[in-house]
């Protein structure tokens, strides 16, 4: 079974520049969820979707971000410009449903360094 | 004071003993309890999921759940260097779903 599957895996990048990461979710699920992870803050969530529509962006640090699901295969997050304080290890997690307390599952991150 | 308080160790044990690692947690209204163990350079997997208070076994793992105290803990028997990660909790309370910082485990052989 293909998980969550994120791309690239790796971006170096410098302050400024616009930098999108990309989510494939597993097959099936419906809701997909954005996380953000460092030392100082751990696991923070960003924004979540159930059936590719926003429910919750309350997590999204500022309007440099944003997020879109175009459909139930694909998912972006997109930083523009980007800072140095913006890096750290960028998550994608997917589940089943919202309802009925589902797990989600993760993706391996993008791992992201602004320059 | 934090929604999920979890100790970030780091923890480090003799291969072959019992790991007991734990969470706090300030809102009853959280139902579901998750552990996941996070290897370094990896994604959050999940290991244990489980509903209301109780214990649940998969194999070497033992997740127990006191909600009336709003504490969890995971039990890691004859524990492998396999087992060296970072485990974090998380619960659940409808969409809300809360992590642990994560505490960092090192099996040594």
């Known amino acids: 079974d293909a998980g969550v599957i994120q791309s690239p895996r790796h971006e170096v990048t410098e302050m400024g520049q616009e930098v999108t990461l990309r989510c494939k979710p597993i097959s099936g699920h419906n809701s997909l969820f954005w996380y953000r992870q460092t030392m100082m803050r751990g696991l923070e969530l960003l924004i979540y979707?159930?059936?590719?529509?926003?429910?919750?962006d309350s997590g999204m640090p500022e309007d440099r971000f944003s997020a879109k699901m175009p459909n139930a295969s694909f998912s972006t997050l997109k930083i523009q410009p980007s800072e140095p304080r913006d890096s750290a290890v960028y998550f994608c997690a997917s589940s089943l449903t919202l309802v009925g307390n589902q797990p989600q599952h993760f993706g391996d991150g993008t791992r992201l360094s602004i320059l | 004071q934090k929604e999920v308080e979890q100790d970030p160790g780091p923890l480090s044990v003799p291969e072959g003993a019992i790991v007991s690692l734990n969470c706090t947690y300030s809102?009853?209204?959280?139902?579901?309890f998750m552990w996941y163990r996070q290897y370094s350079r990896k994604g959050p997997e999940l290991l244990m999921y489980?509903?209301?208070?109780g214990n649940k076994e998969d194999g070497r793992f033992t997740a127990q759940v006191d909600k009336s105290s709003k504490y969890i803990s995971l039990f890691i028997r004859d524990s492998q260097p396999s087992d060296s990660a970072t485990y974090l909790c998380?619960?659940?309370?409808?969409?809300?779903?809360?992590f642990g910082a994560g505490t960092r485990l090192t099996v040594k052989p």
């Open positions: 489980t509903y209301s208070s």
């Open positions: 979707f159930n059936n590719n529509v926003p429910i919750d």
């Open positions: 809102n009853s209204a959280f139902q579901y």
């Open positions: 998380a619960m659940m309370a409808g969409n809300d779903m809360r």
